[in-house]
Protein backbone atom coordinates (compact mmCIF):
# COMPACT_ATOMS: atom_id res chain seq x y z
CA UNK A 1 0.00 0.00 0.00
CA UNK A 2 1.23 3.40 -0.43
CA UNK A 3 2.78 5.16 1.69
CA UNK A 4 0.02 7.87 2.10
CA UNK A 5 -2.66 5.43 2.88
CA UNK A 6 -0.43 3.95 6.20
CA UNK A 7 -2.65 4.84 9.51
CA UNK A 8 0.07 3.30 11.71
CA UNK A 9 2.20 5.97 14.15
CA UNK A 10 6.11 6.07 15.04
CA UNK A 11 7.58 6.50 18.18
CA UNK A 12 9.97 9.46 18.35
CA UNK A 13 13.08 9.08 20.22
CA UNK A 14 15.67 10.17 22.35
CA UNK A 15 18.00 8.99 19.68
CA UNK A 16 15.71 6.91 18.72
CA UNK A 17 12.23 7.07 19.97
CA UNK A 18 9.17 8.79 20.49
CA UNK A 19 8.44 7.49 23.29
CA UNK A 20 11.72 6.37 23.32
CA UNK A 21 13.76 6.30 26.29
CA UNK A 22 11.81 6.93 28.05
CA UNK A 23 10.70 6.14 24.25
CA UNK A 24 11.48 9.47 23.77
CA UNK A 25 10.90 11.43 20.82
CA UNK A 26 13.44 13.40 21.81
CA UNK A 27 15.79 13.98 25.03
CA UNK A 28 15.19 17.83 25.55
CA UNK A 29 18.03 20.02 24.89
CA UNK A 30 18.80 22.52 28.56
CA UNK A 31 20.55 25.66 27.70
CA UNK A 32 20.06 28.75 28.12
CA UNK A 33 17.37 30.22 26.22
CA UNK A 34 17.79 33.02 23.39
CA UNK A 35 17.38 36.51 23.53
CA UNK A 36 14.38 36.35 21.47
CA UNK A 37 11.97 33.44 20.72
CA UNK A 38 12.22 31.85 17.04
CA UNK A 39 8.67 33.51 15.56
CA UNK A 40 5.95 31.55 14.15
CA UNK A 41 6.93 31.79 10.83
CA UNK A 42 10.55 30.65 11.23
CA UNK A 43 9.04 27.40 13.82
CA UNK A 44 7.35 26.59 10.48
CA UNK A 45 9.71 26.86 8.21
CA UNK A 46 11.97 24.83 9.73
CA UNK A 47 9.16 22.36 10.34
CA UNK A 48 8.85 22.47 6.59
CA UNK A 49 12.39 22.36 5.66
CA UNK A 50 13.39 18.65 7.76
CA UNK A 51 13.49 15.60 6.74
CA UNK A 52 11.20 13.41 6.70
CA UNK A 53 12.41 10.42 5.30
CA UNK A 54 13.06 6.73 7.58
CA UNK A 55 11.54 6.42 10.54
CA UNK A 56 14.53 8.19 12.78
CA UNK A 57 12.95 10.52 15.04
CA UNK A 58 15.89 12.27 16.16
CA UNK A 59 15.45 15.51 14.52
CA UNK A 60 12.93 16.04 17.32
CA UNK A 61 15.64 15.70 19.85
CA UNK A 62 14.78 19.46 22.36
CA UNK A 63 11.65 19.60 20.39
CA UNK A 64 9.47 16.69 21.10
CA UNK A 65 9.39 13.79 23.75
CA UNK A 66 7.70 10.68 24.13
CA UNK A 67 7.61 7.77 26.62
CA UNK A 68 8.76 4.29 25.57
CA UNK A 69 6.22 1.43 26.45
CA UNK A 70 7.81 -0.54 29.30
CA UNK A 71 8.16 -4.24 27.44
CA UNK A 72 11.82 -3.02 25.32
CA UNK A 73 10.73 -3.96 21.94
CA UNK A 74 13.93 -3.74 20.29
CA UNK A 75 15.74 -5.70 23.17
CA UNK A 76 13.08 -8.74 22.90
CA UNK A 77 13.32 -8.50 19.20
CA UNK A 78 17.21 -9.29 19.49
CA UNK A 79 16.78 -12.17 21.85
CA UNK A 80 14.19 -13.66 19.37
CA UNK A 81 16.54 -13.06 16.13
CA UNK A 82 19.21 -14.57 17.75
CA UNK A 83 17.45 -17.88 18.00
CA UNK A 84 15.66 -17.66 14.41
CA UNK A 85 16.60 -19.61 11.94
CA UNK A 86 14.59 -17.17 8.62
CA UNK A 87 12.92 -14.14 9.84
CA UNK A 88 10.90 -11.46 7.98
CA UNK A 89 10.01 -8.18 9.33
CA UNK A 90 7.11 -6.35 7.54
CA UNK A 91 7.21 -2.70 7.09
CA UNK A 92 10.26 -2.47 8.03
CA UNK A 93 10.46 1.60 7.66
CA UNK A 94 13.73 2.69 7.00
CA UNK A 95 15.18 -0.38 8.91
CA UNK A 96 16.27 1.49 12.34
CA UNK A 97 14.30 -0.49 14.69
CA UNK A 98 15.10 -3.59 13.08
CA UNK A 99 18.91 -2.95 13.10
CA UNK A 100 19.53 -2.72 16.66
CA UNK A 101 18.87 -6.52 16.56
CA UNK A 102 22.67 -6.53 15.43
CA UNK A 103 22.72 -10.49 14.57
CA UNK A 104 20.78 -11.89 12.03
CA UNK A 105 19.46 -15.48 11.28
CA UNK A 106 21.12 -16.96 7.84
CA UNK A 107 17.94 -15.71 5.94
CA UNK A 108 16.85 -12.18 7.31
CA UNK A 109 14.42 -10.63 4.79
CA UNK A 110 12.70 -7.34 5.36
CA UNK A 111 9.83 -6.10 3.27
CA UNK A 112 8.73 -2.15 3.20
CA UNK A 113 6.52 0.19 0.21
CA UNK A 114 7.53 3.43 0.52
CA UNK A 115 10.64 3.38 -2.41
CA UNK A 116 12.90 6.36 -0.42
CA UNK A 117 12.36 4.36 2.34
CA UNK A 118 13.39 0.85 0.56
CA UNK A 119 16.72 2.80 -0.55
CA UNK A 120 17.42 3.97 2.89
CA UNK A 121 16.43 0.19 4.61
CA UNK A 122 18.76 -1.34 1.77
CA UNK A 123 22.07 0.84 2.89
CA UNK A 124 21.16 0.10 6.63
CA UNK A 125 20.22 -3.31 6.73
CA UNK A 126 22.16 -4.93 3.58
CA UNK A 127 25.52 -4.67 4.94
CA UNK A 128 23.61 -6.72 8.18
CA UNK A 129 22.79 -9.45 5.85
CA UNK A 130 19.18 -8.61 5.51
CA UNK A 131 17.50 -8.64 1.98
CA UNK A 132 15.11 -5.66 1.18
CA UNK A 133 12.33 -6.20 -0.54
CA UNK A 134 9.86 -3.42 -2.22
CA UNK A 135 6.48 -4.75 -1.23
CA UNK A 136 2.84 -2.60 -1.39
CA UNK A 137 2.05 -3.56 1.87
CA UNK A 138 -0.98 -5.83 0.12
CA UNK A 139 -1.98 -9.49 -0.18
CA UNK A 140 -0.35 -11.78 -1.11
CA UNK A 141 3.57 -11.41 0.57
CA UNK A 142 5.55 -12.87 -1.58
CA UNK A 143 6.92 -15.45 -0.30
CA UNK A 144 6.30 -19.11 0.09
CA UNK A 145 3.99 -21.17 2.52
CA UNK A 146 6.17 -21.64 5.67
CA UNK A 147 8.91 -19.80 4.97
CA UNK A 148 9.61 -18.50 8.16
CA UNK A 149 10.14 -19.15 12.02
CA UNK A 150 10.01 -15.53 12.98
CA UNK A 151 7.75 -12.67 12.05
CA UNK A 152 7.92 -9.33 13.28
CA UNK A 153 6.73 -5.85 12.73
CA UNK A 154 6.84 -2.28 14.91
CA UNK A 155 3.66 -0.31 14.09
CA UNK A 156 2.73 -1.93 10.59
CA UNK A 157 -0.11 0.36 9.28
CA UNK A 158 -1.55 -2.52 7.86
CA UNK A 159 -2.24 -6.06 9.81
CA UNK A 160 -2.94 -8.93 7.02
CA UNK A 161 -3.33 -11.58 9.42
CA UNK A 162 -3.89 -14.66 7.06
CA UNK A 163 -1.05 -13.94 5.16
CA UNK A 164 1.42 -13.70 8.41
CA UNK A 165 -0.17 -17.41 9.50
CA UNK A 166 0.58 -18.17 5.96
CA UNK A 167 4.02 -17.53 5.51
CA UNK A 168 5.10 -18.58 8.92
CA UNK A 169 6.25 -22.19 9.71
CA UNK A 170 4.11 -24.42 12.03
CA UNK A 171 5.50 -23.45 15.53
CA UNK A 172 6.45 -20.08 13.84
CA UNK A 173 6.19 -16.80 16.00
CA UNK A 174 4.37 -13.57 15.11
CA UNK A 175 6.16 -10.59 17.44
CA UNK A 176 5.43 -6.73 17.18
CA UNK A 177 4.36 -3.58 18.35
CA UNK A 178 1.27 -2.60 17.03
CA UNK A 179 0.21 1.33 17.15
CA UNK A 180 -3.39 1.40 19.96
CA UNK A 181 -6.92 2.79 19.28
CA UNK A 182 -6.89 6.85 19.68
CA UNK A 183 -2.59 7.45 19.47
CA UNK A 184 -2.22 10.83 19.34
CA UNK A 185 -5.91 11.82 19.30
CA UNK A 186 -5.55 15.34 21.30
CA UNK A 187 -3.06 16.41 18.49
CA UNK A 188 -5.63 14.83 15.36
CA UNK A 189 -8.42 16.04 16.62
CA UNK A 190 -7.49 19.59 17.31
CA UNK A 191 -6.73 20.04 13.71
CA UNK A 192 -9.51 17.32 12.41
CA UNK A 193 -12.19 17.53 15.06
CA UNK A 194 -13.75 15.38 16.83
CA UNK A 195 -13.62 11.48 15.34
CA UNK A 196 -15.67 9.43 18.07
CA UNK A 197 -15.82 6.55 15.52
CA UNK A 198 -12.26 6.17 15.11
CA UNK A 199 -11.44 6.15 18.47
CA UNK A 200 -12.05 1.99 18.65
CA UNK A 201 -9.58 1.17 15.57
CA UNK A 202 -6.52 -0.65 16.05
CA UNK A 203 -8.06 -1.67 19.36
CA UNK A 204 -6.23 -4.87 20.94
CA UNK A 205 -9.14 -6.86 21.52
CA UNK A 206 -9.87 -6.79 17.70
CA UNK A 207 -6.26 -7.62 16.76
CA UNK A 208 -6.19 -10.61 18.16
CA UNK A 209 -9.56 -12.03 17.90
CA UNK A 210 -8.42 -11.80 13.78
CA UNK A 211 -5.23 -13.55 14.56
CA UNK A 212 -7.17 -16.29 16.37
CA UNK A 213 -9.22 -16.59 13.37
CA UNK A 214 -6.69 -17.09 11.13
CA UNK A 215 -5.16 -19.82 13.14
CA UNK A 216 -2.64 -17.80 15.50
CA UNK A 217 -2.32 -18.82 19.46
CA UNK A 218 -2.45 -15.48 21.10
CA UNK A 219 1.10 -16.10 23.47
CA UNK A 220 1.62 -12.56 24.63
CA UNK A 221 -0.37 -9.27 25.18
CA UNK A 222 0.63 -5.98 26.86
CA UNK A 223 -0.56 -2.79 26.48
CA UNK A 224 0.40 0.93 27.58
CA UNK A 225 -0.67 4.44 27.18
CA UNK A 226 2.76 6.96 26.77
CA UNK A 227 2.95 10.54 26.93
CA UNK A 228 3.97 12.52 24.18
CA UNK A 229 5.17 16.38 25.28
CA UNK A 230 5.61 18.60 22.01
CA UNK A 231 7.44 22.23 22.76
CA UNK A 232 7.05 23.87 19.81
CA UNK A 233 5.59 24.25 16.59
CA UNK A 234 8.11 23.31 14.00
CA UNK A 235 7.32 19.65 15.41
CA UNK A 236 4.33 19.74 14.83
CA UNK A 237 4.63 20.69 11.40
CA UNK A 238 7.58 17.68 11.37
CA UNK A 239 5.36 15.47 12.94
CA UNK A 240 2.48 15.75 10.64
CA UNK A 241 4.41 15.81 7.26
CA UNK A 242 6.09 12.85 8.60
CA UNK A 243 3.56 10.64 10.15
CA UNK A 244 1.25 11.76 7.26
CA UNK A 245 -1.83 9.61 8.20
CA UNK A 246 -2.54 11.69 11.48
CA UNK A 247 -3.34 14.68 9.50
CA UNK A 248 -4.28 13.41 5.95
CA UNK A 249 -3.56 16.06 3.18
CA UNK A 250 -1.86 18.07 5.70
CA UNK A 251 0.06 20.98 4.32
CA UNK A 252 1.15 24.32 6.17
CA UNK A 253 -0.96 26.54 3.79
CA UNK A 254 -4.39 24.23 4.37
CA UNK A 255 -3.83 24.64 8.03
CA UNK A 256 -2.03 27.70 8.98
CA UNK A 257 -4.89 29.20 10.98
CA UNK A 258 -4.80 26.16 12.99
CA UNK A 259 -1.13 25.38 13.67
CA UNK A 260 -1.02 29.65 14.51
CA UNK A 261 -3.42 28.65 17.32
CA UNK A 262 -1.46 25.82 18.59
CA UNK A 263 1.49 28.05 18.57
CA UNK A 264 -0.19 29.85 20.90
CA UNK A 265 -0.99 27.21 23.25
CA UNK A 266 2.57 26.37 23.16
CA UNK A 267 3.89 29.48 24.12
CA UNK A 268 1.31 29.91 26.85
CA UNK A 269 1.44 26.70 28.61
CA UNK A 270 4.85 25.77 27.18
CA UNK A 271 3.70 22.34 26.11
CA UNK A 272 1.14 20.43 24.18
CA UNK A 273 0.67 17.28 25.57
CA UNK A 274 -0.88 14.02 24.01
CA UNK A 275 -1.08 10.37 24.41
CA UNK A 276 -0.31 7.07 22.25
CA UNK A 277 -1.19 4.23 22.82
CA UNK A 278 0.97 0.54 22.13
CA UNK A 279 0.63 -3.02 22.47
CA UNK A 280 2.79 -5.91 22.24
CA UNK A 281 1.68 -9.18 20.84
CA UNK A 282 3.35 -12.88 20.39
CA UNK A 283 1.31 -15.27 18.58
CA UNK A 284 2.65 -18.96 17.91
CA UNK A 285 1.28 -21.08 14.47
CA UNK A 286 0.39 -24.43 15.57
Do not use: C
Amino acid sequence: MPRTERNGVGEFSPRLHPRAAPDVLGTPHWHDPPMTEPTFEELIALGESADVTGWDFSWLDGRATEERPPWGYARRLAERMAHARASLDIQTGGGEVLAQAGSFPPTAVATESWPPNVVKATRLLHPLGVVVVHDPDEPPLPFADGAFDLVTSRHPATIWWEEIARVLAPGGTYFAQHVGPASAFELIEFFLGPLPDARRGRHPDDETAAARRAGLEIVDLQTARTRIEIFDIAAVVYLLRKVIWWVPGFTVDAHRDRLRELDEVIRRDGVFVTYSSRHLIEARKG
